[in-house]
T-cell receptor, first 112, second 118 residues
Framework: DGGITQSPKYLFRKEGQNVTLSCEQN?????MYWYRQDPGQGLRLIYY???????QKGDIAEGYSVSREKKESFPLTVTSAQKNPTAFYLC???????????FGDGTRLSIL | AQKITQTQPGMFVQEKEAVTLDCTYD???????LFWYKQPSSGEMIFLIY??????QNATEGRYSLNFQKARKSANLVISASQLGDSAMYFC???????????????FGQGTILTVHP
């Protein structure tokens, strides 16, 4: 079945450590997105990519980095510069105007 | 800039009754899209319904309908015949219609927690 796979489901980060969240899709979608969700809040856009080898900053990109070397993969690195990384991270992809974004099941990141 | 406002932090409804979740938006764009997503306690985001700004008829998907009032900039979600499984967080979101690097990005509201009572 086609879909978006995020891994791991839970991730723990030590102070000063970089961690990478994986997002893979087999939907053949061109555009991919990373969102952050804090408890009881809506989603905020971190980074997005519309084509391979190109990506743009979203509203809260500081302390995060991404790459898009393959169409199906869009990993997010939470760097040590992100001082408050504890949150729920959701990856999404879409194709075509007016089409909805499809989401993965998310990764919960916590600080040890 | 786009903004979505959901003024109901929580809503309660009796099973089998209808419920309306409010959403107002602000944008200077002529072309935009409006979306509703459901987020159960497990965390995944489930797409429910979409309305384009130029669509003249209100969108419907099964028990979900979107009450689109363009002049009032509102896009309320109506759930008919509520079921216990409808208990979840509901998010309204919008995208810019076309052009530029903003294509496809979603701006989300704060969400409304819906609880369905038996």
């Amino acid at each position: 079945d086609g879909g978006i796979t995020q891994s791991p489901k839970y991730l723990f980060r030590k102070e000063g450590q970089n961690v990478t969240l994986s997002c893979e899709q087999n939907l053949n979608h061109d555009a991919m997105y990373w969102y952050r969700q804090d408890p009881g809040q809506g989603l905020r856009l971190i980074y997005y990519s519309q084509i391979v080898n190109d990506f743009q900053k979203g509203d809260i990109a500081e302390g995060y980095s991404v790459s898009r070397e393959k169409k199906e993969s869009f990993p997010l690195t939470v760097t040590s510069a992100q001082k408050n990384p504890t949150a729920f991270y959701l990856c999404a992809s879409k194709t075509g105007f007016g089409q909805p974004q499809h989401f993965g099941d998310g990764t919960r990141l916590s600080i040890l | 800039a786009q903004k979505i406002t959901q003024t109901q932090p929580g809503m309660f409804v009796q099973e089998k009754e209808a419920v309306t979740l409010d959403c107002t938006y602000d944008t200077s764009d002529q072309s935009y899209g409006l979306f509703w997503y459901k987020q159960p306690s497990s965390g995944e985001m489930i797409f429910l319904i979409y309305q384009g700004s130029y669509d003249e008829q209100n969108a419907t998907e099964g028990r979900y309908s979107l009450n689109f009032q363009k002049a009032r900039k509102s896009a309320n979600l109506v759930i008919s015949a509520s079921q216990l499984g409808d208990s979840a967080m509901y998010f309204c979101a919008m995208s810019r219609g076309a052009g530029g690097t903003s294509y496809g990005k979603l701006t989300f509201g704060q969400g409304t927690i819906l609880t369905v009572h038996p």
